[in-house]
């Protein structure tokens, strides 16, 4: 049954120039390209706590992967290689192929291939694994903001966390929200984008605030953020502001890219995102010390009421 499961997803993997070997062996063998670094990543998106119990089996293979491509998004490495790790309760083929439908529309967009993984049965988990590739010591890191810098984000912020708020709530959500919450787009492309035009970046999973709060402890400066800044999407901005900003600042599951850039990058950085049409923002400024400050349009510092996504709350 586990092997039914496996030559399912094997028939429907497909493959690139770099996999010697993919599914199907005791190991995958792999072929990087010379000169470049492997960036290797990982998330466990267990059912329950990291989506909802009730979620379609397309978005949660859609979202396995998204939120690892994400991670590599923010190194700023290309996506070239994961594997899968599947649990279930039962050897579900019709769960099995709704999975695929999502893991693997999105692993096509970004010339991703499933080279392996391992199938057993317990509580539904998915834990996948990426590799990318990214020139020698060119990687975005979150150590690398210095004082100056500005602070940017890619598109809009708040979706997901309106989303889950409402679902919580037991309200039907805007369809936009929701997409945003169930399907994120990996930034690959921007990340690539800024390759040796950021400072420092990261991804936006647990909060803004929190996020760019390990930028900050990692590179050793504070920042400071312009609330009004913040980017909203369409169906965000017809909240009021304060409803709208403890979403925006401190909810999760976003994935956009927060990076830093000094002010003489500005056009650039501008002109490498539009090429590669995503929207961006700047939200604020690196400053020296420690810490991130939001500041609201009267010029005082604002405290969240939720910062950031306990994961076991
Ligand atoms: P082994 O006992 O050697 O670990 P498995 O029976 O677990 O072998 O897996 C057989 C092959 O199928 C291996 O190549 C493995 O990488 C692949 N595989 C197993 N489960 C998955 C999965 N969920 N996604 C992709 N490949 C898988
Ligand atoms: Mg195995």
Redesign the pocket.
Known sequence: M??D??SR??QR?ASRGDVVLG??????LLQPTPGMQLAVSMDTLNSGVHFPETTAPADIGWKALAVNLSDLAAMGASPAWC????SLPSPDAAFVDGFLDGFLALAQQHDVA??????TRGPLSVCVAVHGLVAGGQALRRDGAREGDEVWVTGTLGDAAAALDAMLAGAVSDRALRARLDRPTPRVEAGRALVGLAHACIDVSDGLLADLGHVCSASGVGARIELDALPASPSLARFAAPVRRPWQAGGGDDYELCFTAPPAARDAVAEALEAVAVRASRIGTITAGSGVVAIDAQGKPWQPPRRGFAHFA
């Open positions: 586990e092997f499961l496996i997803i094997r993997a599914i199907g062996d005791d190991a995958a594997t899968l790790s599947l499933l080279v392996g993984g391992d199938t």
